[in-house]
């Protein structure tokens, strides 16, 4: 039998998602506290209850996703006003976290579904609203395998890719090891541009050369960071994202609190790209696409150059 589904969270990317099931003919209840996200869903064919509670009563599948650890934890186990999804359901019900969160909430999320009597995965994803809206997501899996091939089918209609990562938390842990690596090439990829500029190479000569050689990565060859050689890249269109640098800085800083669970040091390069996202979306770059943070680098470049000339200069003056 098809399974019922219900969806938490209607947002950027889990409209898209939700919309993809229920063109696939599952049979999907939705629930959003954004008025918005609710007239959008209803019109992408699937049906709105009155409450997150409502939604799930009668699903054998529950998929959230919000926008952190605290409204995934909340809405599991409930509040003051509102009964837990947890308890509003069968048991051995299936719930289905894609959010991106901190591995210790995917743990207390995982371990409160267990005592609930419910089963859980957590399948954070990449791709980003574009991915969500052509059905091309990649799921980063943690759970139980058994619960894994029975997700199989309803996460292959929202991806083209599924990997299990391995038990509880290692969905989440692969997915910001990912982001951290993305977070780190970007700066490095967009410091290489500024100095190429600096040094008189041009963006399309520094191009040719590094995407032929080992300096190739996704930041460079998919999300160039400067105009020209990639044509779809978010530089191109005034750094519309793509992912946005405040996304960024919330993985970052999701991979900062999963060092310190695991009770390991910040080395270095992490923890220096976390601060670099943050100051460069305090300062309105938040909803800039995270390539945007050679702006951020260059002005930096101009700024100690300036202050390295006058320094010179009062050298040569005393
Ligand atoms: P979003 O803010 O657009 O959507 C989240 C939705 O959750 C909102 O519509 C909000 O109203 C709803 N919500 C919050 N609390 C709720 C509650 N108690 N009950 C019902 N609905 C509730 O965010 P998004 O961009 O769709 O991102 C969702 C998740 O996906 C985040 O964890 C994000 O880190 C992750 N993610 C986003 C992208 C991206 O490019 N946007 C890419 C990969 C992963």
Not at 91 to 99: E, M, Q, R, W, Y
Not at 110 to 132: D, F, M
């Amino acid at each position: 039998m098809t399974p019922r589904i219900a969806f938490i969270g209607l947002g950027h990317m889990g409209g898209p998602m939700a919309a993809n099931l229920a063109k696939a003919g599952y049979e999907v209840t939705g629930f959003d506290l954004a008025a918005s996200s609710l007239d959008q869903a209803r019109d992408n064919g699937i049906r709105i209850a009155e409450s997150a509670v409502t939604a799930v009563e009668a699903a054998d599948v529950v998929i959230t996703m919000l926008p952190a650890g605290r409204h995934v934890l909340e809405l599991y186990s409930g509040t003051a006003d509102s009964l837990g999804l947890l308890s509003a359901v069968s048991p051995g019900t299936l719930f289905i976290d894609c959010s991106t969160i901190a591995v210790a909430d995917a743990l207390s999320a995982h371990a409160l579904a267990a005592s609930a009597g419910q089963r859980s995965l957590e399948a954070p994803v990449s791709g980003g609203v574009a991915g969500a809206a052509a059905g091309t997501l990649t799921f980063m899996v943690g759970g139980l395998d058994a619960d894994f091939a029975q997700a199989g089918p309803i996460l292959d209609t929202m991806g083209k890719r599924k990997v299990y990562c391995g038990g509880s938390g290692a969905g989440q842990a692969a997915k910001i090891c990912n982001n951290m690596i993305l977070g780190i090439t970007m700066i490095a990829v967009s410091e290489a541009f500024v100095l190429g500029e600096q040094l008189g190479v041009s963006n399309d000569a520094l191009f040719d050369v590094t995407s032929h050689a080992s300096g190739q990565c996704w930041a460079l060859t998919s999300n160039c960071p400067v105009p020209g050689p990639v044509p779809g890249s978010p530089a191109n269109h005034d750094f519309r994202p793509g992912f946005a640098s405040a996304l960024m800085a919330k993985d970052l800083g999701l991979a900062a609190d999963a060092l310190a669970f695991a009770g390991l040091q910040d080395v270095g390069l992490g923890g220096r790209a976390t601060d670099m996202y943050r100051a460069f979306s305090d300062d309105g770059g938040a909803d800039k696409d995270f390539s945007a943070i050679i702006n951020a680098i260059r002005a930096q470049t101009a700024e100690s150059s300036i202050a390295d000339q006058r320094a010179a200069t009062a050298t040569d003056v005393a």
